[in-house]
């Protein structure tokens, strides 16, 4: 059993910054990818950060310059670091993994619960 906490989300006014972290713990064998997604209310849920087992990553256009996406391996962690932030960022951030449990189990998806991000004006 995996299980994915995030933490980090908060109240901040446009421009300041957020770091955002999602810890997966529970039998881990192999993460492959680690990603950010968000939601705004009456939208739909949209892919923002990526990062492989290899290093790259990519972005969202509309966080490309602002946003970084990184990981601590040793801790399953994966952070996502906000910086500019604007108000149209508001949304619940859910970070999500594909993982294996061991080497000849299947690749699965895992999301972690959601943390809200409010920026205001």
């Known amino acids: 059993q995996v299980q994915l906490v995030e933490s980090g989300g908060g109240l901040v006014q446009a421009g300041g910054s957020l770091r955002l972290s999602c810890a997966a713990s529970g039998s881990i064998f192999s993460i492959a990818v680690q990603a950010w997604y968000r939601q705004a209310p009456g939208k739909q849920r949209e892919l923002v950060a990526a990062?492989?087992?290899?290093?790259?990553?990519d972005y969202t256009d509309s966080v490309k310059g602002r946003f970084t996406i990184s990981r601590d391996n040793t801790k399953n962690t994966v952070y996502l670091q906000m910086n500019s932030l604007k108000p149209e960022d508001t949304a619940v951030y859910y970070c999500n993994i594909n993982l294996k449990q061991s080497f000849s189990g299947p690749m699965r998806s895992y999301w972690g619960q959601g943390t809200q991000v409010t920026v205001s004006s």
């Open positions: 990062s492989t087992l290899g290093g790259s990553t």
